[in-house]
């Protein structure tokens, strides 16, 4: 059973930054493709950003790119989420989610997901 758990959430002022984490435990972690989500208050759960099993590609959604960076670090089983600049409609929970897919971009591309961490963002 894979299990995915984020951490690194928080309240913070508009134009900070914060690093989320996902620790994955369970399987082999390099074997899957690995992605962040994020869902606002009254809203669909968005895609932004993902990478491969190797870390060698990447993914962000047009919303996010230039400010969200994705990272893996397999040797211990945890993908990360830096966020910088951040804008008080960031304010989410942020899901964390494995893939098989070798590139996933959508979120029936993911089979696991975690409970996620919530972002708040004030002006």
């Known amino acids: 059973q894979v299990q995915l758990v984020e951490s690194g959430g928080g309240s913070v002022q508009a134009g900070g930054s914060l690093r989320l984490s996902c620790a994955v435990s369970g399987r082999t972690f390099s074997s899957y493709a690995m992605g962040w989500f994020r869902q606002a208050p009254g809203k669909e759960r968005e895609f932004v950003a993902a990478?491969?099993?190797?870390?060698?590609?990447?993914y962000y959604a047009d919303s996010v790119k230039g400010r969200f960076a994705i990272s893996r670090d397999n040797a211990e089983n945890t993908v990360y989420l830096r966020i910088n600049s951040l804008k008080p409609e960031d304010t989410a929970i942020y899901y964390c989610?494995?893939?098989?897919?070798?590139?996933?971009?959508?979120?029936?591309?993911?089979?696991?997901w975690g409970q996620g961490t919530q972002v708040i963002v004030s002006s």
């Open positions: 990478i491969s099993r190797s870390g060698s590609w990447t």
């Open positions: 989610a494995g893939s098989v897919v070798t590139y996933p971009t959508v979120p029936k591309d993911y089979t696991h």
